[in-house]
């Protein structure tokens, strides 16, 4: 009995030694997980949900007076600059109509008025002065324009010399027709002639306005294209503002982007972007950004939160005009690099007292270490002083 008894106490202190080396020493060899600091290189990132979209889009409004009398096209079909795409009703067909019966009446009036005059000639010399003073007028405006380009090597000089002969081409076809007339009305009296030739000019001038008026029924293709939306159809009668049509160019395709006003200050163009997409199978290195909007537009964010984003444009590579528009693609800009440095993980770094630390594996010891940082991403941070190449830093 005596013997079990002492068998047991010498269990009992086998187990409490074991216990008590176990607690002792198994704290002094903890096991850390660590990473060594090393020399390397960092890039830095700002990505955002994009979209593939034509680099010209035009969109078209209803007027909210006017039902739509013809429609031309459907979603998806191809149209070329020039195109018809719908008609609005209305009444200009019908007002020219009656201006020229009014024409008409005019030289029938002064037909018996005054012999030996052709009043059609007279009219229709008189016309065609109205008609080159109005293409002169836009010639000279186009010149102005062109000109200015020029100036700002955005025009070829061929294009501003074509523009100044253009100028110089209804010049002398004005000064042409207006011979012509002043032959046609020599043998009328003055006061006769200066009567109708007001007369004249009020009507050519109402049948330019209507004829003016006429594009705001009418709506054409600005260029070669696709139609991406339609929301409208024969016998409609769209709200004023209400888009109603979209046309976009399809082989000048970009990459667009909006991003928060906070990281698109740190964004220029011509950085390095990536374009990447698992969904349609897409990854394009080696872009750049085209074009930065100047004014920050306000959108609201997944969660309801009203955010201040600014929209980048990003070049795409002739051999991928193809991409579907409106696809959805990851951006990725590389706003700032450095190589040759030494790095961390991020996880090594830590904050305290407004101060930034990391901790070194010194004998088996955790030692705490201030550092200053550099540059950082989402998984190394540039260790600028405190640390030195090969030392092991406690991560986490």
């Known amino acids: 009995m005596k013997k079990k ?23 002094d060899g903890e096991d850390y997980e660590t990473a060594l600091a090393e020399i390397g290189s960092i890039e830095k990132h700002i990505e955002e949900i994009g979209e593939i979209a034509s680099k010209n889009v035009r969109s078209y409004y209803g007027n909210g007076t006017n039902e739509i009398e013809n429609l031309y096209v459907e979603i998806g079909d191809i149209v070329d600059e020039g195109d018809l795409l719908l008609e609005y009703d209305n009444t200009i067909d019908l007002e020219i109509e009656k201006i020229n019966k009014q024409i008409e009446a005019l030289e029938a009036t002064y ?8 009043f059609e000639q007279i009219n229709t010399a008189k016309l065609e002065i109205e008609n080159i003073k109005n293409s002169l007028e836009y010639a000279e405006e186009n010149l102005q324009t ?3 380009l020029y100036k700002n090597d955005a025009a070829t000089e061929k294009e501003y010399k074509d523009a100044q002969k253009s100028v110089e ?4 076809q004005l000064a042409i027709g207006q011979n012509q007339y002043s032959l046609l009305v020599k043998g009328l009296s003055g006061n006769v002639r200066d009567r109708y030739e007001a007369e004249i000019e009020v009507l050519a001038l109402s049948l330019k306005i209507l004829e003016e008026s006429r594009e705001k029924f009418n ?12 929301d409208t159809f024969k016998g409609d009668m769209p709200l004023a503002g209400k888009k109603i049509l979209e046309v976009q160019e399809y082989n000048n395709l970009r990459a667009y982007g909006d991003f928060i006003v906070e990281d698109a200050v740190k964004i220029n163009e011509g950085m390095e972007v990536e374009i990447y997409s698992e969904d349609i199978g897409i990854n394009i290195k080696n872009l750049s950004i085209e074009k930065i909007h100047p004014k920050a ?21 002739k051999e991928h005009e193809n991409l579907i528009i409106g696809s959805k693609v990851n ?24 101060k930034t630390y990391v901790e070194v594996l010194e004998n088996g010891e955790p030692k705490e270490v201030e550092v200053v940082l550099g540059i950082e991403n989402e998984d190394f941070i540039e260790i600028i002083d405190g640390l030195e190449e090969g030392q092991e830093v406690i991560l986490d």
């Open 219 to 230: 709506i054409y293709a600005d260029f070669n294209g696709i139609i991406t939306e339609l």
């Open 169 to 172: 081409q209804l010049e002398n």
């Open 111 to 118: 037909n018996e008025a005054v012999s030996g005059a052709d």
């Open 297 to 317: 537009v306000s959108k609201l964010s997944e969660l309801g939160i009203e955010q201040k984003r600014v929209m980048v444009e990003i070049t795409l590579p």
């Open 5 to 27: 008894l002492i068998i047991g106490i010498i269990i009992l202190v086998v187990v409490a030694a074991a216990g008590l080396y176990y607690f002792t020493q198994g704290t």
């Open 146 to 148: 062109v000109e200015e």
């Open 331 to 354: 951006i990725k800009i590389k706003i700032d690099d450095k190589d040759n440095i030494l790095i961390v993980p991020e996880e090594a770094v830590y904050e305290k007292n407004e």
